[in-house]
């Protein structure tokens, strides 16, 4: 099993606002905070990425960048240049359409196409509590190849839509969206204090995908060490370095936040839904699942449905 696959499916993602930005000249957009992340591109020329938090990034043709703090960032040709709220440059706008920005006369200097991307609200924190404010990944790094050709194709469907084209567009958005994530994971290494970058290192990546393929078995903390060719001691030590928390409790918010997806998507019973994940009640299933997604299952149930049908 892929824990990262297994995290996305969970996220119940969902991409948005996809649009394409033509820049002429001088040029700068200011945008609000947005809700979860944002996945951008530069098809042609370049631009500056800017967002609190993070140093500014010059991002040239095959470069990708993810923005996923939520806070207001900034597009431009120049950090000088006095920037325009989105608000006014997309008046009007149609998802999937192009917005031209600069001078209203003159040749098209760079090409950005971006992405929204929604996830389920009580889940977001797996992915956002471990990612920067801005990950860039230049054309010219290693990992980059792969979304060579993604980009390739979006130039094209960009440009010249056809029947299709938006259907088309979302799935190299999350095709290219996961290729950023795989980028950003290689150039980690298995550094830092989260699941995401420790699936870079082969032992704990082994337990990580063990308690996703099966997350109702009772697991040790000896035996997950065995399975992944360690000493108990060293196993929990090095878990909860590079993971953050000790293999047990990751494994029982993994279990919540499972059980959270079956909930949202079928129609179990919230007792036979307990008892798949290893609660002997559902009195304790119900206590365990709030401290985890802050409401008890049946309202998060009842949310989690109403959100859909607005969505619809």
């Given at each position: 099993?892929?824990?990262?696959?297994?995290?996305l499916a969970l996220l119940d993602m969902r991409s948005a606002n996809f649009?394409?930005?033509?820049?002429?000249?001088?040029?700068?957009i200011s945008f609000a905070g947005y809700q979860h992340i944002k996945l951008?591109?530069?098809?042609?020329?370049?631009?500056?990425?800017?967002?609190?938090?993070?140093?500014?990034?010059?991002?040239?043709?095959?470069?990708?960048?993810?923005?996923?703090?939520?806070?207001?960032?900034?597009?431009?040709?120049?950090?000088?240049?006095?920037?325009?709220?989105?608000?006014?440059?997309?008046?009007?706008?149609?998802?999937?359409?192009?917005?031209?920005?600069?001078?209203?006369?003159?040749?098209?200097?760079?090409?950005?196409?971006?992405?929204?991307?929604?996830?389920?609200?009580?889940?977001?924190?797996?992915?956002?509590?471990?990612?920067?404010?801005?990950?860039?990944?230049?054309?010219?790094?290693?990992?980059?190849?792969?979304?060579?050709?993604?980009?390739?194709?979006?130039?094209?469907?960009?440009?010249?839509?056809?029947?299709?084209?938006?259907?088309?567009?979302?799935?190299?958005?999350?095709?290219?969206?996961?290729?950023?994530?795989?980028?950003?994971?290689?150039?980690?290494?298995?550094?830092?204090?989260?699941?995401?970058?420790?699936?870079?290192?082969?032992?704990?990546?082994?337990?990580?995908?063990?308690?996703?393929?099966?997350?109702?078995?009772?697991?040790?903390?000896?035996?997950?060490?065995?399975?992944?060719?360690?000493?108990?001691?060293?196993?929990?030590?090095?878990?909860?370095?590079?993971?953050?928390?000790?293999?047990?409790?990751?494994?029982?918010?993994?279990?919540?936040?499972?059980?959270?997806?079956?909930?949202?998507?079928?129609?179990?019973?919230?007792?036979?839904?307990?008892?798949?994940?290893?609660?002997?009640?559902?009195?304790?299933?119900?206590?365990?699942?709030?401290?985890?997604?802050?409401?008890?299952?049946?309202?998060?149930?009842?949310?989690?449905?109403?959100?859909?049908?607005?969505?619809?």
């Amino acid at each position: 099993m892929d824990p990262l696959n297994d995290v996305l499916a969970l996220l119940d993602m969902r991409s948005a606002n996809f649009a394409r930005l033509e820049g002429v000249g001088a040029w700068a957009i200011s945008f609000a905070g947005y809700q979860h992340i944002k996945l951008g591109a530069v098809l042609e020329g370049e631009c500056w990425v800017e967002t609190e938090g993070a140093a500014p990034v010059r991002a040239v043709a095959g470069d990708c960048y993810l923005l996923g703090n939520g806070r207001p960032y900034r597009l431009s040709s120049d950090p000088r240049v006095p920037a325009q709220p989105s608000s006014e440059i997309f008046t009007g706008f149609v998802e999937g359409g192009t917005v031209r920005v600069g001078p209203s006369d003159g040749p098209v200097d760079s090409v950005v196409v971006g992405c929204g991307f929604h996830l389920d609200t009580a889940n977001a924190a797996v992915l956002l509590d471990v990612l920067p404010p801005l990950v860039h990944v230049p054309a010219g790094s290693d990992e980059a190849g792969a979304i060579r050709t993604a980009l390739n194709m979006l130039r094209q469907e960009t440009a010249t839509p056809e029947i299709g084209s938006g259907l088309i567009v979302e799935r190299l958005a999350h095709i290219v969206l996961v290729q950023v994530l795989r980028s950003y994971v290689a150039a980690q290494g298995s550094t830092g204090h989260a699941w995401l970058t420790a699936l870079a290192d082969p032992a704990i990546g082994t337990a990580l995908s063990l308690m996703h393929q099966f997350p109702a078995h009772v697991w040790t903390v000896a035996e997950l060490a065995a399975k992944s060719g360690m000493s108990r001691s060293h196993f929990a030590a090095r878990f909860n370095e590079l993971v953050g928390t000790p293999p047990l409790e990751y494994l029982a918010t993994w279990r919540i936040r499972s059980a959270a997806r079956e909930l949202r998507t079928g129609n179990r019973t919230i007792s036979s839904i307990a008892t798949q994940y290893g609660y002997g009640s559902e009195s304790a299933f119900s206590h365990a699942f709030k401290r985890v997604i802050g409401l008890a299952p049946g309202r998060y149930r009842r949310q989690s449905r109403s959100a859909v049908t607005s969505d619809r």
